[in-house]
């Protein structure tokens, strides 16, 4: 039978597939290998076949070292160790392997950096055992390795004396999550820190020295830095869990030329620095303790620990904080050696620093419970030290509240022994948020500063703030701060009701017939004149008594040519009246508007606002100006009207009948002639003389008036005559105004009748 030249590969695979590696290939096959290797690995990647296609990139490296091709195989084999995930899964023999080959690639290619990392991860694989019978996956990449063991006495700072060209050593910087590391962080304890580090390097490795420690924070802690002393002995030594070694490390404030020369930070980050032995043999623990003082509040946390070695190369291995050993216990130093003590709740690598308790007091003393609005208030801040040194205080104070409504502050100081600088013009300018530095204030000395409050037009609540920010004269570094709050109520003092009514002129009318003089000046009024009353009663709302200085209407722009005077009807203005809270103050004025021109008889509208002067009751209390609003008047100088008056005759004797004297002033102050119909309704509440009906014709720009007298026949109660004035030109009912004390209603003006004693 012939020689079959085709196999039957369905149940076995020919022999250069089963064992690629145990039979000799000519360059032909190998390279058909890798050519099939990296279409593989493509093809598990896209599938999402990470461990078959790390073994078959794995496998495609080894490749191109057995041809010599040690470039290519540091191309395939340095990306597979930095993101195999061996070294999550705990695979540590076929890391070892793997850091093995690139090691060996990275001599060959001369790369010095990769060659320490692997070495030093080389020393970290060290501390796991292989006890346990590994998958076929690793029992066949192990048959593609090599021994991983390291030699005796093996020192990392050694690992490129194989490499004789290097003309440039290195400057190597890991992070604790990319490679294992032979070293791991903890700190606990607050205020006084613990540092553990252990060394987990192969017991063939040599002693480990680290240059210095750095132990970076994010919070209100700065950096500390501890460096190598291999003289210092520990300050007590134990092995009741392995060889443990205790120092206690004594920092200080670091300045500029240490941190230059220990690190490359500068001295505003680099805030303490201590010396300790750094030397580990491997599998000893060394607790380093040390004070910590914080100078900031809030929440302190490790950010990082950089170990550093400087040998014959410089290297740096990075422990973040989230990469820290996560423990629940920590070290304590007892008698009887060393013991671990539970943390609790606690997270041993963060701590919350809460603010030195500020023993500067503030006080506002003479601070009242309400204050109002227009009124400018001054207060006496007082600020007493009672830490047991002197302080360097700054004041600052604002309000917070509504951005339109809150009064601006000023702070005036008072008078010191030594003369102050001179203000600028910006520090005298008003201001929400101002701040005033009273510089250094000795141990129990108490020294107060004015705070004037500009007067607000507008009533608010708002939060007066007042903080003192001081540091110690020894401790320039640490702010202390302290805060005082006040609610400040602006309330409106007064309220005000208004009441305007018509008043006779006891001033004759313009004549329309007489011509104007040459010798009268053109600013001079000439036209039609009306007089007003004007009754204010002014209601107090304040809690407190308070003093009425002087209360006055005053009139704002007047326009469509005419002008307007205003006087007070009493002949002494009210001077110092105190007026108590929800009481009443009246006050009475003349309203006297006239026209320039006698042929204008526009309408016009009168604007007032109504001043009032008031204090607090005290004789230092300072002046303060309310501007109440006014409601309009508008005058119609064009339409006549009738003006009533009462007038109350004596009894002379008992038995005499009282009558009041009631008077019609009808006016006409255009340019008609106008005719009146005039009739007096009869009533059951009084009888009266006079016309019952009659008639009057006015002349232009004049006056009449019509007189009646009453006798009231009803007591204590308001009687109101029905007076009818017809205009028969323009066919109007004239409405009556009263005047002086008469109460003025739809049927007309009514008089008040008193009750018989």
């Known amino acids: 039978m012939a020689t079959p030249t085709l196999y039957d590969t369905?149940?076995?695979?020919?022999?250069?597939?089963?064992?690629?590696?145990?039979?000799?290939?000519?360059?032909?096959?190998?390279?058909?290998?890798?050519?099939?290797?990296?279409?593989?690995?493509?093809?598990?990647?896209?599938?999402?076949?990470?461990?078959?296609?790390?073994?078959?990139?794995?496998?495609l490296g080894l490749l191109h070292v057995q041809r010599g091709e040690w470039k290519r195989a540091l191309k395939v084999l340095e990306p597979l160790w930095r993101s195999v995930s061996w070294r999550r899964e705990g695979w540590w023999a076929m890391l070892g392997r793997l850091v093995e080959r690139v090691a060996e690639c990275a001599v060959r290619c001369g790369d010095a950096e990769t060659v320490v990392k692997g070495s030093w991860e080389r020393m970290g694989l060290g501390k796991f055992k292989f006890t346990l019978h590994p998958p076929t996956l690793i029992r066949h990449m192990?048959?593609?390795?090599?021994?991983?063991?390291?030699?005796?006495?093996?020192?990392?700072?050694?690992?490129?004396?194989?490499?004789?060209?290097?003309?440039?050593l290195p400057s190597v910087t890991v992070e604790a999550d990319k490679l294992v590391s032979c070293f791991e962080g903890n700190v606990g304890e607050p205020l006084t820190a613990e540092l553990t580090i252990t060394s987990h390097a192969s017991h063939?490795?040599?002693?480990?020295?680290?240059?210095?420690?750095?132990?970076?924070?994010?919070?209100?802690?700065?950096?500390?830095?501890?460096?190598?002393?291999?003289?210092?002995?520990?300050?007590?030594?134990?092995?009741?869990?392995?060889?443990i070694d205790w120092y206690d490390v004594r920092v200080s404030v670091a300045d500029s030329t240490q941190a230059e020369e220990t690190t490359e930070a500068s001295s505003e980050q680099l805030g303490f620095l201590g010396t300790s032995n750094l030397g580990f043999e491997p599998g000893t623990t060394r607790i380093f303790c040390f004070k910590m003082v914080p100078r900031e509040s809030g929440v302190v946390r490790v950010a990082k620990i950089t170990s550093t070695i400087n040998a014959k190369f410089s290297f740096q291995c990075i422990v973040t904080g989230d990469d820290l050993m996560r423990r629940d216990d920590y070290w304590q130093r007892t008698s009887e050696g060393f013991s671990r003590s539970p943390a609790g709740k606690h997270v041993l690598s963060e701590i919350r620093i809460h603010p030195k308790p500020p023993k500067v007091l503030l006080k506002v003393p003479d601070l009242h419970k309400e204050y109002f609005t227009d009124e400018t208030v001054t207060l006496e801040v007082e600020t007493t030290n009672e830490e047991d040194e002197d302080v360097d205080v700054s004041i600052e104070a604002r309000f917070l509240g509504q951005p339109d409504a809150v009064p601006t502050l000023k702070w005036t100081a008072?008078?010191?022994?030594?003369?102050?600088?001179?203000?600028?013009?910006?520090?005298?300018?008003?201001?929400?948020?101002?701040?005033?530095?009273?510089?250094?204030?000795?141990?129990?000395?108490?020294?107060?500063?004015?705070?004037?409050?500009?007067?607000?037009?507008?009533?608010?609540?708002?939060?007066?703030?007042?903080?003192?920010?001081?540091?110690?004269?020894?401790?320039?570094?640490?702010?202390?701060?302290?805060?005082?709050?006040?609610?400040?109520?602006?309330?409106?003092?007064?309220?005000?009701?208004?009441?305007?009514?018509?008043?006779?002129?006891?001033m004759p009318m313009p004549n329309y017939f007489q011509l104007i003089e040459s010798n009268m000046p053109k600013s001079a009024a000439r036209g039609l004149r009306q007089r007003w009353n004007s009754t204010i009663r002014l209601a107090s709302f304040a809690s407190e008594p308070l003093i009425i200085e002087d209360v006055k209407l005053e009139a704002l722009d007047v326009h469509e040519g005419a002008v307007c005077g205003i006087s007070r009807v009493s002949s002494e203005p009210a001077r110092e009246t105190p007026i108590a809270s929800n009481d009443f103050l009246e006050s009475h004025f003349e309203i006297h508007a006239q026209k320039f021109d006698l042929d204008d008889r526009r309408s016009n509208t009168f604007e007032f606002q109504l001043l009032v002067r008031w204090r607090r009751n005290g004789h230092d209390a300072r002046l303060a100006t309310t501007v109440l609003p006014t409601p309009n008047l508008t005058v119609s100088f064009g339409e006549p009207r009738v003006l009533a008056s009462a007038q109350y005759s004596p009894q002379r004797v008992k038995e005499e009948a009282e009558f009041i004297l009631l008077s019609y002033t009808i006016e006409n102050p255009s340019t008609h002639v106008l005719n009146f119909d005039i009739s007096m309704e009869t009533s059951d509440e009084f009888a009266f003389c006079g016309p019952k009906t009659t008639t009057l014709q006015l002349v232009p720009v004049s006056r009449h008036t019509v007189r009646y007298h009453i006798m009231p026949l009803v007591r204590g109660k308001w009687v109101t005559p029905e007076l009818k004035v017809l205009d028969t030109h323009f066919q109007q009912v004239l409405r009556v105004h009263g005047t002086g004390g008469m109460r003025n209603g739809k049927r007309g003006a009514s008089i008040w009748v008193d009750a018989e004693e």
């Open 142 to 168: 192990l048959r593609l390795g090599f021994d991983s063991d390291l030699e005796e006495n093996y020192d990392f700072s050694e690992c490129l004396d194989e490499m004789v060209d290097l003309e440039e």
């Open 204 to 243: 063939s490795t040599a002693l480990i020295s680290l240059s210095r420690v750095l132990i970076a924070f994010e919070g209100g802690l700065k950096d500390i830095v501890i460096v190598h002393n291999r003289d210092l002995e520990p300050d007590a030594s134990g092995s009741n869990s392995g060889d």
């Open 414 to 506: 008072e008078p010191q022994p030594s003369a102050p600088p001179a203000e600028t013009p910006d520090e005298r300018k008003p201001k929400p948020i101002c701040s005033r530095h009273l510089g250094l204030i000795e141990k129990l000395e108490s020294r107060k500063i004015s705070l004037t409050l500009d007067a607000t037009p507008v009533a608010t609540e708002a939060v007066l703030e007042i903080r003192a920010s001081y540091h110690l004269v020894t401790e320039p570094d640490t702010p202390i701060s302290k805060i005082l709050v006040n609610e400040v109520i602006f309330d409106r003092p007064f309220e005000a009701n208004y009441n305007f009514q018509p008043s006779i002129d006891l």
């Open 10 to 59: 369905y149940l076995i695979q020919e022999p250069l597939r089963q064992d690629p590696f145990a039979v000799t290939h000519n360059p032909h096959d190998t390279a058909t290998l890798i050519d099939v290797y990296g279409k593989s690995v493509h093809y598990f990647e896209e599938r999402n076949r990470r461990r078959a296609a790390e073994r078959l990139q794995y496998e």
